[in-house]
Every structure is written in C-alpha cells, then in structure tokens.
C-alpha cells in the first residue's frame, strides 16, 4: 500500500466488496395494498409501472446506502491508505458517477422479487363478456320470460356447457316463463360445468341489473410478474365457484355454482365477446368488488388459478 502514489479508480474499486446489499425488505413489506397498481399492470401488459413504483419507494434507502459506502471507501484511502483527505475528497468528487455506478453494479438486493414473494395470492374475477350487455335481476327477467338465443342469458347457457332444453325443462318445472327456441344439445350432457340445480338456484337469488357471469379464483403474484402481466388464458381449478355478479351496481347471485371440472378461459375480448381479467379490488375507486359487497375475505375465493401467457 505504501506504495500507492496516485489514487486511481482501480485501486478504489479494489477496495469495495464483491457486492452490496443497498436495500433490505422486512418480511411485512409485500404489495398486499397496491392492487389498483397491479390491474394496472394488467391493462398494459406491463410490469412498467410496479418497477416504476418500487424504484421510486426504495430510491432514498439506496441513495443513502452508497452514501454510507463511499464513506467507508473515502474513510479506507485516507485512514488505512494514507491518502490525503483533501486529495480524497477531490477525487471521488471528480468521479462521483464512475464510483456510484460501480457500486449500484454490485447491488445483490432484490426488493420486487422479495415483495412478490410475501405477498398473498390475489382474489380474482373472470367476467363473461357479450354483444348482449348483461343479465339483470330474476325478477326483471322473469316478467317477459327468459330467451335462449340473442341474449346474455343464452350465452351464459353455452360458456357453462349446459343443454338448452335442460335449461328451459328446469325453468318451466318451477313455474317460469320461456320464448323463443331452446335447442336440445345433447353433446353437452355429462360435461356441464355445473349442476343445473345450482345454476337454478344462482338465477332465483339474482337480486340487482347489470350482472355478468363471474368465475372467481386467487392468483400468485409471482405467476403475473413472471408472464409480464400478459395473460392468454387463465384455468380456473375443479371446485372453485362462478356465479352473477354486478361490479356496477354492488350485488348479485349466490357466487356458488361449483365447477365439476378445471375449466379454460381464453382471455381476449373480440367485439363485446370474451372474457376479462380483473383483480378483485376492495379499495377500488371504480367499481365495487366481490369482497366488499359480500363481506368476505380471501378464503371465499377458493383455490388458486392458473395462468397461461
């Protein structure tokens, strides 16, 4: 060392560690309360704005880190080294850049992928989209009669496999009225999605308008960040629910018709028709979600989904 005339940014890199470690995350820290930023995510397909957000609220913990650090190092040259102080503090002032870059290089600390890992899997809903808006209340539809074709109701019929005439013999044995056409598709029997006694009892219990056909689920975080927020297709597992709900208006049916089998939902919306994604969001500023209109927590929404990107 004695032999260190000049001070050089190799030898002050030689002296820094292998790594450094700017940010440590508690095992509280996780993104339980930022869904609004996550369907974020989602709408753009993007992990854009979680980095964006994460860098912005870990920024001063780093800045202050490498201040530490370039303490020690500055300490290292002059009380260790022998450097002059002045000569030291013109240095690294002269090349601030080059030692902050080097040290941000060596930083092994994850903080997203330590907040994804203690964050909780994410209530969701997949909504039945169609060229026919929606579905309202038992009451309101039953006083013209429920119609197969050309209307919510009927595509709600086909995306839960179920026969139409089994449909129509179920509503007219408990005294409602039917219209119009009610194919009898014989192909589906034995692979409906559900019973048509539960799918019997979701529309009886259907108490508000603007319903959509609703699956629900939970989702790994870590799954979402890993497709990039990009989701094709989202499998929702045998023994999780589907049922009418109205994000709109805050109500909807009983949310227990139980899937007799995994079922795969392409999630793209071509028109009106498709299937959307969303996080159930109880802070949402927009709409009202499953949790908040139901007074539920996380464990109504059974098992987790999967993800296809």
């Not at 996780?30 to 709408?43: A, I």
């Not at 753009?44 to 001063?60: F, I, M, P, Q, T």
């Not at 995306?159 to 056409?181: D, I, W």
Request: net charge negative; aromatic share 12%.
């Amino acid at each position: 060392m004695e032999e260190q005339k000049t001070l050089t940014l190799d030898f002050v890199k030689s002296l820094m560690e292998q790594s450094y470690t700017l940010v440590w995350t508690d095992y509280n820290d996780n993104l339980d309360n930022h869904r609004n930023l996550l369907q974020r995510c989602l709408n753009d397909k993007s992990c854009g704005h979680l980095w964006e957000r994460v860098n912005e609220w870990y920024a001063d913990t780093e800045w202050e880190a490498v201040r530490d650090i370039i303490i020690n190092l500055k300490d290292e040259c002059t009380v260790f080294n022998d450097f002059d102080e002045d000569e030291v503090d013109a240095f690294f002032d002269e090349h601030d850049n080059e030692i902050r870059d080097e040290i941000y290089s060596r930083n092994d600390s994850d903080v997203l992928k330590e907040l994804i890992k203690n964050t909780d899997d994410i209530p969701i809903r997949v909504e039945m989209l169609s060229d026919y808006d929606c579905i309202n209340s038992n009451w309101f539809e039953s006083q013209g009669g429920y119609r197969y074709e050309e209307s919510y109701f009927g595509d709600m019929v086909d995306s839960l496999n179920l026969n139409p005439a089994q449909v129509k013999k179920l509503l007219t044995g408990h005294g409602y009225k039917v219209y119009g056409r009610f194919p009898n598709r014989r192909s589906r029997n034995g692979k409906e999605q559900v019973s048509y006694e539960q799918f019997y009892e979701e529309l009886i219990n259907s108490c508000c308008g603007a319903n959509l056909l609703t699956y629900i689920g939970k989702v790994s975080l870590k799954e979402l960040y890993d497709a990039n927020f990009s989701l094709k297709e989202v499998i929702i597992p045998k023994g999780n629910c589907c049922g009418l709900f109205s994000s709109m208006y805050g109500g909807g049916s009983l949310l227990e018709m139980e899937l007799k089998q995994d079922v795969k939902l392409k999630l793209e919306v071509k028109g009106c028709n498709g299937f959307r994604f969303r996080l159930d969001d109880e802070r949402s500023k927009y709409d009202c979600s499953v949790q908040h209109v139901y007074g539920v927590d996380d464990s109504f929404f059974n098992n987790t989904v999967s993800i296809v990107s």
